[in-house]
Nanobody, 115 residues
Framework: QVQLVESGGGLVQPGGSLRLSCTIT????????LGWHRQAPGKQRELVAR???????YYPDSVKGRFTMSRDNAKNTVYLQMNSLKPEDTAVYYC?????????WGQGTQVTVSS
C-alpha cells in the first residue's frame, strides 16, 4: 500500500514562506506524475504544482513565480517551497502521486496565511 506523508504546514504571515514535504513509501520513479493540490473551505481542490518523469514542472498562474516544486529521489520525497504567501493561499495542501497502478493522496497539511 502506497502511503504519502506530508509535513511542514502551519501559520505564516502574509509575505512569508513555508516549505512542505511529502515522503512516499515507494520509489518516486514508480510514478508518472507527482503533484501538490490544495483545497480551501467551500472550494474545489485545485492543482498548484506538478512534475512528470521528464520535462519542467507545471504551475498555474495563481502560484507561478511564488511556488517551486522539487524532488529528492534518494529520499523519495517531494517538496513545495512557497514564497510571498497571500491570505488566499490558505488551504489544506495535499500531495499526490499518480501511476498506472493508482492515484494516491496524502492526508493533507493545513497552511494558514494570516496576520
Amino acid at each position: 500500500q502506497v502511503q504519502l506523508v506530508e509535513s511542514g504546514g502551519g501559520l505564516v504571515q502574509p509575505g512569508g514562506s513555508l516549505r512542505l514535504s511529502c515522503t512516499i513509501t515507494e520509489s518516486i520513479f514508480s510514478f508518472t506524475s507527482l503533484g501538490w493540490h490544495r483545497q480551501a473551505p467551500g472550494k474545489q481542490r485545485e492543482l498548484v504544482a506538478r512534475i512528470f518523469k521528464i520535462g519542467s514542472p507545471y504551475y498555474p498562474d495563481s502560484v507561478k513565480g511564488r511556488f517551486t516544486m522539487s524532488r529528492d529521489n534518494a529520499k523519495n520525497t517531494v517538496y513545495l517551497q512557497m514564497n510571498s504567501l497571500k491570505p488566499e493561499d490558505t488551504a489544506v495542501y495535499y500531495c499526490n502521486a499518480f501511476s498506472t497502478s493508482g492515484n494516491y493522496w496524502g492526508q493533507g497539511t493545513q497552511v494558514t496565511v494570516s496576520s
